[in-house]
């Protein structure tokens, strides 16, 4: 399961949005899973496939956190334990249970383990708790092997020529100049920064291990930061989900206002990228690359020796 993708701690969506009696389809390096809240309004996942006859549980109804298979009406909890199986009364239900991963809640964010015995917990960024801190999230789907999409996220040098009219105009001007690429190591994947010739100061981004970006976004006196979370649903297709992170302009009537900028500058790389051959990040060796793009051979590194060819198993 979770080929090439597993036994990792991913962000799936911020907890305000995971609702109580609301049932969220996903769909996570080809497996199909659902995301709820059970009776105690804790976050719960299952695999979104029936142990009776593999419909989609998420077709069904959640009534009290208990969700209920649109089929032959078989109920589950948030661990997955059957609670009925109607016209049956005598069935062994403990062997008939539905398949639960492991959730969590933390850092306003719904956390999902991508195998089935961690041996950690998740590790939220630190802006996530500082005060005054709200979230609103998006997503997208790119049709792209999401390798791609995360080191664009790492890469730092296309901002002047794919975001010239938003987020690379306050750096077009440099572009003629040199760029310093710094990568060091931290615990949670790696810290980012560029010098620019001509700047004083280096800007920064994150990149928190497997699939997440956490980009720095310099404005006086305000917290600005936007995270880019890269999730392989297939080999083909990847969900872009953004997250801003402010301490400014608050109010949820502002979130249209976030998103539609988001939007606007996540189509740019999404026209370009989307053209990427081959479809997966190759070995290094089989691209030309230069010394700006060491955040990018970084990742790429840890990709083919930490996360490719992992499955998870049970
Ligand atoms: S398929 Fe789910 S109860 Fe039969
Ligand atoms: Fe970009």
Not at 7 to 12: E, K, R
Not at 41 to 54: M, N, Q, T, V
Not at 118 to 141: D, H, I, M, R, Y
Not at 162 to 171: A, D, E, N, Q
Request: glycine share 8%; aromatic share 10%.
């Amino acid at each position: 399961m979770f080929a090439d993708f597993a036994n990792h701690w991913i962000i799936v969506g911020l907890a305000a949005d995971l609702r109580a009696g609301k049932m969220q389809p996903l769909t996570v390096a080809g497996e199909r899973l659902v995301l709820f809240r059970d009776s105690e309004a804790r976050p719960a996942a299952l695999i979104d496939r029936c142990p009776h006859r593999g419909v989609a549980l998420s077709l069904g109804t959640l009534e009290g956190g208990i969700v209920e298979c649109p089929f032959h009406g078989w109920k589950f909890d948030g661990t997955g334990a059957n609670c009925l199986v109607p016209w049956n009364p005598d069935a062994k239900r403990d062997q008939l249970a539905a398949t639960a991963l492991p959730v969590r809640e933390a850092g306003g964010l719904i956390w999902l383990y991508t195998g089935f015995a961690p041996t950690t917990e998740p590790a939220p960024s630190e802006t996530l708790f500082k005060p005054g801190v709200v979230l609103s999230a998006q997503s997208a789907l790119w049709n792209i092997h999401w390798t791609r999409a995360m080191e664009n996220m790492l890469d730092s040098p296309h901002l002047p020529f794919v975001h010239k009219g938003t987020i690379g105009r306050f750096v077009a001007k440099y572009r003629h100049g040199r760029m310093e690429t710094e990568w060091f190591e931290e615990p949670y994947g790696a810290r980012i920064e560029n010098i620019i010739e001509g700047k004083d100061k280096p800007s920064r981004l994150d990149y928190r291990y497997p699939n997440a970006m956490e980009l720095f976004l310099e404005i006086p006196g305000r917290l600005m930061h936007l995270m880019a979370i890269c999730t392989p649903e297939n080999q083909d297709q990847t969900r872009l989900t953004i997250v801003t992170l402010r301490d400014f302009a608050r109010s949820k009537l502002l979130d249209p206002f976030f998103r539609r900028s988001n939007r606007r500058i996540a189509l740019e790389d999404q026209a370009i990228l989307e053209s990427s051959l081959p479809a997966e990040v190759p070995p290094a060796g089989q691209e030309k690359s230069v010394r700006t793009d060491r955040p990018t051979l970084a990742f790429r590194k840890l990709y083919f020796e930490r996360i490719k060819g992992s499955s998870a198993s049970r």
